[in-house]
Structure formats: structure tokens, C-alpha cells
């Protein structure tokens, strides 16, 4: 019976290693960094179009799973920060991180 590698479980280990606390060298790499600048999309400016939220503030659980279900398009749902504490990554994120991103996010 061979061991098991693991090898999967050690990658995502690494990763979260150097995206939380950085590389163990300062110069991990001689890639230098990059001069293109960000450009942001507009803004839309105006009311917020009224969507399934509403629906839910509006008339109730009930009607918004009717909405959803009647609905032809695709929903997508922001996941971001969901289970969180189940994920490798977010295991080592601290609270003091999350606070000086959050204004991006």
C-alpha cells in the first residue's frame, strides 16, 4: 500500500502561507513589479434598479422563492466570505486583515 502524497492539501497550504504572510525571502523572485495602472469602470449613478431584494423586504420569503423560481436568468450569489471558517485560506486570515480590505470588497 503506497502512502498518500497529499499533495493537494500541501499546495493549498503553501498558497495560503505566502498570500497571508508574504514569502519567506524578501526577494522571492527577480520579476519586477508591474507599471500598468488600474483604470476603474464608471460608476453607474442614479436609483438602483429594484431586484429579487426587494421583493424580499417588500412582500416576504415566500414571494421572493416564487420570483426566483419564475425567473429565466442566471442568478449569481456572492459567496465571498461564506463558511469562511471552514476554508483553508480563511482559516488564516485575521480579523485585522479583513478590516483593511473591507473597504474594497
Not at 469602470?41 to 434598479?49: F, I, K, N, Q, R
Amino acid at each position: 500500500i503506497k502512502p498518500r502524497r497529499d499533495r493537494a492539501q500541501k499546495l493549498i497550504k503553501y498558497l495560503g502561507e505566502v498570500l497571508v504572510n508574504g514569502p519567506q525571502t524578501p526577494f522571492a523572485t527577480t520579476i519586477k513589479p508591474s507599471r500598468i495602472q488600474a483604470t476603474l469602470p464608471p460608476t453607474p449613478s442614479g436609483p438602483v434598479p429594484s431586484g429579487l431584494r426587494q421583493i424580499y423586504l417588500k412582500e416576504g420569503p415566500a414571494a421572493f422563492a416564487k420570483a426566483v423560481r419564475n425567473t429565466k436568468q442566471l442568478l449569481l450569489m456572492d459567496t465571498t466570505f461564506r463558511d469562511a471558517h471552514q476554508s483553508l485560506l480563511a482559516t488564516r486570515v485575521r480579523s485585522y486583515d479583513l478590516v483593511r480590505i473591507s473597504p474594497f470588497v
